[in-house]
């Protein structure tokens, strides 16, 4: 596609419900990046997928956190039994080569609240 | 964890005038991104310098990197209204694939 697309764009949730939040990347990129964006701060890096694999998990914030990519293109981030602490914007970013050392593109982002 | 930390953290200028912002980081870089961000919108690219540059120009945009002192700027130069928006420096480091982002400035531009 001509971007990267998320969805939903907003996502209202019980606390304990169980979410997924969708990235389609650009086709043909390789590298895929969630980002976490708390109110009025900068993005903060949750994982990092080079085509269907994940090789960098390090910044999901607990075991209730799953990303999958499973066949290189579209990604999906799970959260389950989501707490208020959650609530933030989740951006999605591709680029196309490894490492995503050239500029990524990002999503407009799903805006999750918890309540 | 933030990487870089901006200065100003909001910025009020009228229309025409330049926009100075500062950003600041603490480990060794490969390169160094300045990013926008719309109200409620994603991230836009702006522009990427790297290491071993000094200065690098996009438009009405001027970036420079300073390694010794571990800081960016970025000008805008000739602001316009529609430049109204959150902008981030963002930057690899080492071995890694991942971007770690400042905490940005707010920038208004008002008519």
């Known amino acids: 596609g001509a971007g990267v697309s998320q969805s939903p764009r907003y996502k209202v949730a019980k606390r304990g419900q169980d979410v997924a939040l969708r990235c389609d990347p650009i086709?043909?990129?390789?590298?895929l990046f969630w980002y976490q964006q708390a109110l009025g701060q900068g993005p903060e890096f949750l994982t990092y997928?080079?085509?269907?694999?994940?090789?960098?998990k390090s910044g999901l914030p607990s075991d209730r956190f799953f990303a999958e990519r499973p066949e290189g293109s579209v990604s999906t981030l799970k959260i389950q039994r989501t707490q208020q602490e959650d609530s933030a914007v989740y951006l999605c970013?591709?680029?196309?080569?490894?490492?995503?050392?050239?500029?990524?593109?990002f999503g407009s982002g799903t805006r999750l609240t918890v309540v | 964890s933030q990487q870089g930390e901006e200065d100003p953290q909001a910025l009020s200028i009228q229309e025409g005038e330049n926009a100075t912002m500062n950003c600041s980081y603490k480990?060794?870089?490969?390169?160094l991104q300045w990013y926008r961000q719309n109200s409620g919108r994603g991230l836009v690219h702006l522009i990427l310098?790297?290491?071993?540059?000094r200065e690098k120009h996009s438009g009405r945009l001027r970036v420079t990197l300073d390694t010794s002192k571990k800081s960016s700027s970025l000008l805008i130069t000739a602001s316009r209204a529609a430049d109204t928006a959150s902008y981030f420096c963002?930057?690899?480091?080492?071995?890694?694939?991942?971007?770690?982002f400042g905490t940005g400035t707010q920038l208004k531009v008002e008519l």
């Open positions: 970013a591709s680029s196309l080569g490894a490492q995503g050392r050239d500029g990524y593109t």
């Open positions: 086709s043909g990129h390789v590298s």
């Open positions: 997928f080079q085509n269907e694999a994940q090789l960098d």
């Open positions: 480990t060794s870089i490969n390169n």
């Open positions: 310098i790297r290491s071993n540059e």
């Open positions: 963002a930057s690899h480091t080492g071995g890694g694939n991942k971007l770690t």
